[in-house]
């Protein structure tokens, strides 16, 4: 398969890849719908729209919420860049020797993220510790619109503050993430209620929970968000497996739909 210049694979031309894009869509959203009785139309019009010119503009001006912080601009330095990530923003866990590379690229506010999530994070867990899979999770923002608090991109925000503390608990404090995540539409979780989180999932560190409220990685994570989608990526969640996507629903979707193909 021939990769972009940013190491994702490169699509097809422009009407192609939109009839393949809206196809792997569709199927993954009617799969979803009936797991978890959301619409098909809503979740297939959510991704298409909000990947289309939204992923990663600025944040905007706002009262704070509760334990939230003003727009992150004003309140990180530019050049802020977290520990225990790769170039390309990856977040890794398990052995860089696996036979198999598995990359997931997620926004934390994406309902079908939180079904592949709840589906697969045994299988991937499992497969990190076993040592057959190296994980790469690719945290992006590009649904802040789904939320009055800018929810997708504090959410991302604290992604980098966890896996730079430490990476071994990451898997937890996602699973965690996911199951706390909040409708689309509202005020999604205030810092507060994120901080928390993460001292659940072991993250007690004071460090942490500044880095949070700060919106330390803000800019990170639009700069490496706009990065992955103009490397071709264009719907949450996209996962690959030696650099091949998954596109059957079932792998995605079903429980433990991975595991066979990372053994």
Not at 42 to 48: N, P, Y
Not at 61 to 79: C, D, K, N, S, Y
Not at 88 to 108: F, T
Not at 256 to 261: F, V
Request: hydrophobic content about 40%; glycine content about 6%.
């Amino acid at each position: 398969m021939n990769t972009s210049r940013s190491g994702w694979p490169s699509l097809p031309p422009s009407g192609d890849r939109n009839r393949t894009v809206l196809a792997c869509m569709v199927a993954g959203a009617l799969l979803f719908a009936v797991i978890s009785g959301v619409s098909v139309v809503i979740v297939a019009q959510d991704l298409s729209r909000d990947f289309v010119g939204t992923a990663v503009a600025a944040p905007q001006a706002q009262q704070p919420a509760t334990g939230q912080q003003p727009a992150a601009e004003q309140q990180q330095p530019l050049a802020a860049t977290p520990a225990n990530v790769t170039a390309n923003g990856a977040i890794q866990i398990g052995d860089p020797a696996a036979k198999n590379v598995v990359q997931v690229v997620a926004d934390l506010q994406c309902p079908a993220c939180q079904a592949f999530e709840q589906a697969n994070a045994t299988a991937l867990e499992d497969a990190a510790t076993r040592g057959s899979a190296l994980i790469e999770y690719n945290i992006i923002s590009f649904l802040d619109r789904a939320s009055t608090t800018q929810y997708s991109s504090r959410a991302g925000n604290a992604a980098y503050c966890v896996a730079e503390a430490d990476p071994a608990k990451f898997q937890g404090w996602l699973a965690s993430m996911f199951e706390q995540q909040p409708a689309e539409g509202g005020a999604g979780l205030p810092d507060t209620e994120l901080i928390a989180i993460a001292q659940s999932a072991g993250y007690t560190e004071s460090a942490v929970a500044q880095c949070i409220t700060d919106r330390r990685y803000d800019t990170y994570l639009r700069t490496k968000s706009k990065e992955i989608i103009d490397g071709g990526i264009r719907s949450t969640p996209t996962v690959l497996i030696n650099n091949h996507p998954v596109a059957d629903p079932k792998q995605l979707f079903t429980p433990n739909g991975l595991a066979p193909t990372l053994r």
